[in-house]
């Protein structure tokens, strides 16, 4: 049986290796998804294809900001964040901004595809409406994330002995509970589940009314571009929900026995089971790329 130091031992060099790896191969994805949505001339001209390059800059920056902070802390034991509040504060709001901005994005492409399967609602999936759409999404979920600069800081225990950078015991971490389940965790997946199967059934009902009229040709041409989009939106959020519940629920955990008594070997091991759960987040972004 491994003891506390070889379990931690073992998480750094998993940290060291993985962390690194989803780094780099995702921000090369995203790089190469921006460069091929925009270069491709069917592509570029399409509003999903806006809303997936700024999805992919999105999950790059979350990359290379979150997880290098988590590779540094995990890895390398470099945590400003327990002794600098502001930086503990600036930490939190740009987890939960850039964990959510990107994940918007790929939502509202995933509308976007069910607006172009709507014959009457054409006008509202247009380029000039996806901009400002991306603009108020970033500006909704800069104001919203700011509850994270007001209660989140740096903290001491009352011996002195251990600093740590989180939220106190309260109101507030119950309330942080739930909006990671509901707001973080299932909000962007259910509406792209939504979408998705709308999305579907609007294609199959034009194929069936294309069909009567006998221009099956023009339609198979189309429907095989939507297609190919929508199909790679519901892989990504398969496997989204797969990597990205686990740190959901164990936040909702958390919040719930925030209130009881632990152990320090329960302490331990439920920080190590978060780090892990917060590494397949960082696969999840590769997902994406």
Known sequence: MWTQAEFTLFQKYVFIVLVPIAIVVGSIGSILNVIVFSISTKLRKSPCSLYLIFSSIGFMAYLNVVA????????????????WSWFCKLKFYFVGFLLMLPRTYLALAGIDRYLMSISNQHRLSSRKVAVKVIIITCLFWMIICVHNIIF????????????????????????????????????????????????????????NQIQDNNTVGTFQRRKKQEYVILRMLLVQLIVNIILTLPVTFYLCYSGLTQYTQKSSFRVFIENYTYNFFTLLQYISANNYS
């Not at 390398?76 to 002794?83: E, G, L, N, Q, R």
């Open 68 to 83: 290098l902070l988590k590779l540094l802390q995990v890895g390398f034991a470099i945590d400003p964040s327990v002794s």
């Open 152 to 207: 989140y800081d740096a903290l001491t225990s009352s011996n002195g002995l251990v600093h740590t950078c989180s939220s106190s015991p309260g109101a507030y971490s119950t309330f942080l509970s739930f909006y990671s389940v509901f707001i973080n965790g299932l909000s962007m997946p259910l509406l792209m589940v939504i979408f998705g199967v709308l999305t579907v059934r609007n294609l199959q009902r034009h194929r």
